[in-house]
C-alpha cells in the first residue's frame, strides 16, 4: 500500500476515536445531570413557621352530667287514697302550691283518736298528781312527824305530769292541723286552760272522746288532706298515680311515700369524673366552659367548686378517677337535670410566652444504659435503661434544614410553650411528617441508584476480565 494512503487511514481512525470519546463524554455528563436532578439534590421548598408570641391555655376535657342538688322529697301527712294529682313531671310549682290530695283512710282516724286519748290520759295524771301534792300538804302542816322529802317528791311529780300534759297536747294540735281540722280538740283545750276553770276543760276533753254523744261533738269526719309544695322549684319526679295508696311521712314504722321530688333550677350542678392522671391539675374555682349537643349555640361557663379527696373506680372501668362538681354560673333554663355534656376546664394559662405549632414539633424515643456500681460492693454492676422522650424541630437554614433539640412546656389545642431550644424569628419546618416523608423517599432513591450502579460496575468488571482472558 502506499504511503499516503497508509497515512490517510491513520488519520481517519484516530478522527473516529475523538468523535466516540466525545460522544462517550456527552452521555456521561446528561446521565449524571439526569441523577443529579432525580436525586433531589436541588433543594425542596416546604411551609415555615416563624416563631413568636402569644398566649397558651391548657385545657382538659371530660364528659358530665347535669343534676340539681337539695332537692325536695314531698309527702302525705296522713296515709290514704291518692284522690287527685295537679302537676306533672317538669312542671313549675311555687311554694304553698297544691300538687296532690289524698282522703285519709281509718287508720288515719284510729291515730287521731288515740293522740286524744292520751291527752286526756295526761291531763287525769295531772289533776291526779296536784290532788296528791295538796293532800299531803296538808298532812305535814297537821301532822309534824310526816316527812318533807315525801312532799318535795310530790311536787316533782305534778312538774312532770304538767310536762306530759303539754307534751301530748302539742302532738295533738300539730297532727289535728296536719289534717286540717279546724277548732279541734287540741285549740278548745288551749282556749279552757287560759279560763282557768277545770271543770270546762274535762268538759271539753269528755265532749271530744266522746263518738256517741247526741250532739256528735266528739264525731270528727276526715276531710281529704291537700298536699302542698314545700317550696318553689320544678317536679324532677312523680311518684304517684290517682288512686293509688300512700303511707304517711310522719309514720314511726315506714319511711314514707315519696310522692313527688322538686328541685331548685337555680342550684344546678355538674358532675364528672376526672381520672388520676389528670386529677392534679384541678384546684378549687378553676373556670370551665360546657357545651350541650342540644344547645351548641349556648355557651354556659361554670366553676369547680368541689373535688373528691378520695378515688375509686366507675362502674364498668378499671381506672381510678375523682369526682367532680361544677356549680354553673347562671340558671340555663334550657339545662333540664340528667342531660349529658362536655367540660372544658382551664388547667392553667400563660402570656406571651414563644410558641410553636404541635404538628412542627416531633418526638424521639431512644434508649440509654446507665451502669452503676453500688458503694462498697466491688462486684455488683447493674445497667439501667432508661428511655428518653425527647422533641426536636427542622430549622430552616438558608436553603438546608437543620435537626435541633428542644423542650416544652404547656399546651393547647394547635400550639406548644418553647422552654429552651430555639429563639423568637427563627423558622421551623411547618409540617414535620411531610418533611420527614419526604427525606425517607429521598433515602431510598439514593438507595436504589447506588444499588444499581454497584450492580453495573460488577458487570463490567466480568467483561472487562472476560476480555482479558
Known amino acids: ?77 296522713v296515709s ?34 288515740g293522740r286524744r286519748a292520751q291527752v286526756a290520759n295526761a291531763y287525769i295524771q295531772m289533776v291526779q298528781a296536784k290532788d296528791d301534792l295538796q293532800h299531803q300538804r296538808r ?22 305530769a304538767r310536762t306530759n300534759f303539754r307534751l301530748a297536747l302539742m302532738e295533738l294540735h300539730i297532727l289535728e292541723k296536719d289534717m286540717e281540722i279546724e277548732a279541734g280538740m287540741a285549740m ?21 272522746l266522746d263518738i256517741s254523744a247526741s250532739d256528735g261533738k266528739g264525731f270528727v269526719r276526715l276531710a281529704d288532706v291537700r298536699v302542698l309544695a314545700p ?30 321530688r322538686i328541685g331548685d333550677l337555680d342550684s344546678m350542678f355538674i358532675s364528672c369524673r376526672v381520672s388520676e392522671v389528670d386529677a392534679g391539675k384541678l384546684e378549687i374555682g378553676q373556670r370551665v366552659s360546657v357545651t350541650f349537643e342540644a344547645f351548641l349555640d349556648e355557651q354556659p361557663t361554670g366553676k369547680i367548686v368541689w373535688i373528691s379527696p378520695i378515688g375509686s373506680k366507675a362502674q364498668g372501668s378499671s381506672i381510678i378517677s375523682f369526682p367532680v362538681k361544677i356549680k354553673l354560673d347562671e340558671a340555663y333554663r334550657f339545662a333540664k337535670p340528667g342531660m349529658s355534656c362536655d367540660i372544658d376546664i ?53 436553603e438546608t434544614y437543620e435537626k435541633r433539640q428542644i423542650e416544652i412546656g ?26 420527614e416523608e419526604a427525606q425517607e423517599e429521598k433515602e431510598k432513591e439514593a438507595d436504589e441508584d447506588k444499588k444499581e450502579k454497584d450492580k453495573k460496575g460488577k458487570s463490567s468488571k466480568r467483561r472487562r476480565r472476560r476480555r482479558l482472558r
Open 1 to 77: 500500500m502506499p504511503a499516503k494512503r497508509r497515512k490517510k487511514h491513520r488519520w481517519l481512525k484516530r478522527i473516529l476515536i475523538i468523535l466516540a470519546v466525545v460522544i462517550g463524554l456527552l452521555l456521561v455528563g446528561y446521565v449524571g445531570h439526569t441523577h443529579f436532578v432525580v436525586s433531589g439534590d436541588e433543594p425542596d421548598e416546604f411551609d415555615v413557621y416563624k416563631l413568636g408570641t402569644g398566649d397558651i391555655t391548657s385545657r382538659l376535657t371530660e364528659t358530665g352530667e347535669t343534676y340539681l342538688e337539695g332537692t325536695i322529697e314531698v309527702m302525705s301527712k
Open 80 to 113: 290514704g287514697t291518692v284522690t287527685e294529682t295537679t302537676v306533672d313531671e317538669g312542671d313549675s310549682v311555687e311554694k304553698g302550691q297544691v300538687v296532690a290530695v289524698v282522703e285519709p283512710d281509718n287508720t288515719e282516724l284510729l291515730r287521731l283518736y
Open 139 to 160: 298532812l305535814f302542816e297537821k301532822v309534824q312527824g310526816t316527812s318533807r322529802d315525801i312532799v318535795l317528791r310530790k311536787e316533782r311529780g305534778l312538774s312532770t
Open 188 to 208: 278548745r283545750v288551749m282556749a279552757a286552760l287560759k279560763s282557768g276553770s277545770e271543770k270546762e276543760i274535762r268538759k271539753t276533753i269528755d265532749d271530744s
Open 231 to 260: 317550696s318553689a322549684g320544678v317536679v324532677i319526679s312523680k311518684g304517684v298515680e290517682m288512686g293509688e295508696m300512700v303511707i304517711s311521712g310522719t309514720s314511726a314504722l315506714s319511711r314514707g311515700t315519696v310522692l313527688f
Open 346 to 398: 382551664v388547667t392553667s394559662e400563660k402570656k406571651d410566652v414563644l410558641r410553636a405549632l404541635l404538628e412542627s414539633v416531633a418526638i424521639e424515643e431512644q434508649d440509654e444504659e446507665e451502669e452503676g456500681e453500688e458503694e462498697g460492693d466491688e462486684e455488683a454492676v447493674e445497667e439501667e435503661h432508661e428511655t428518653r422522650r425527647g422533641k426536636y424541630v427542622y430549622v430552616k437554614k438558608g
Open 410 to 435: 404547656e399546651e393547647d389545642e394547635k400550639h406548644c410553650e418553647v422552654t429552651s431550644g430555639l429563639e423568637e424569628g427563627e423558622e421551623i419546618v411547618t409540617d414535620i411528617d411531610e418533611y
